[in-house]
């Protein structure tokens, strides 16, 4: 699969000699995600296959929205607010390679060059590698975010990995600031949302010793006006 994007109800056209155009509205937050998918398409001409499913929260769109907004102020703050330079493209396959997915393949010399088409960037580990009477590669092949591996844990990880990456840089801009304190308020208040129904668990179980847990069930009344925890 290239990847996945959100989209609206689709339009059904037909012309006089009975062919089908289906047209699809993007979602804007998916933008980014079409722009990659189309630099991906363009470096192959095979035959396309379209499926369409109900949207599944694997993660949240937002974070790839707010992952791209994060590259093009860090590229913004390379580039010195001028044109050309590094690109919001170039920084994201480094964070890639750096905190993003990865998939180990060995597969024959002659067809390392095909894995392009598949994965957003290889790297060719070794080579010369003899099975069979035939020379193999062992290939990292680094998967784009747009790939369904990518759930919103691991989208985390990408985003906290920009963050810190931008920090260590020197980047303290005021986009890169209302960002980040959007992104951790938004990802603190669903961290401490599990932390809560873990906590409500095990006190329930009575197995907690964690003193989290125990302020937190020390919070909670039975129906009867009594403490979950003394």
Not at 93 to 113: D, M, R, S, T
Request: glycine residues 6%.
């Amino acid at each position: 699969m290239i990847g996945k994007i959100k989209v609206g109800n689709p339009q059904l056209k037909i012309d006089y000699n009975n062919n089908y155009e289906i047209t699809f509205p993007v979602n804007y937050e998916s933008k980014f995600a079409v722009k990659q998918i189309m630099n991906d398409l363009q470096k192959n001409e095979k035959e396309l296959s379209l499926t369409v499913d109900y949207q599944k929260k694997h993660r949240t769109l937002n974070q790839n929205a707010l992952m791209w907004a994060l590259l093009t102020e860090w590229a913004y703050f390379l580039n010195g607010g001028r044109k050309g330079g590094i690109t919001e493209e170039d920084l994201y396959i480094q964070v890639l390679h750096k905190y993003g997915q990865v998939k180990f393949i060995l597969i024959k010399e002659e067809a390392v060059e095909s894995l392009k088409n598949d994965y957003k960037d290889i790297v060719v580990i070794n080579k010369g590698l003899k099975y069979k009477g035939e020379l193999y590669a062992e290939v990292k092949c680094i998967i784009g975010s747009s790939n369904e591996v990518y759930d919103t844990k691991r989208m985390a990880e990408l985003i906290d990995g920009i963050l810190d990456d931008m920090t260590e840089a020197g980047i303290e801009s005021a986009n890169k600031r209302a960002m980040e304190e959007e992104w951790r308020e938004y990802y603190g208040n669903k961290l401490q949302w599990w932390l809560g129904c873990y906590s409500w668990w095990t006190c329930w179980k009575g197995k907690t010793t964690n003193s989290y847990s125990k302020w937190f069930c020390s919070n909670i009344y039975t129906k009867d006006n009594k403490r979950l925890w003394n």
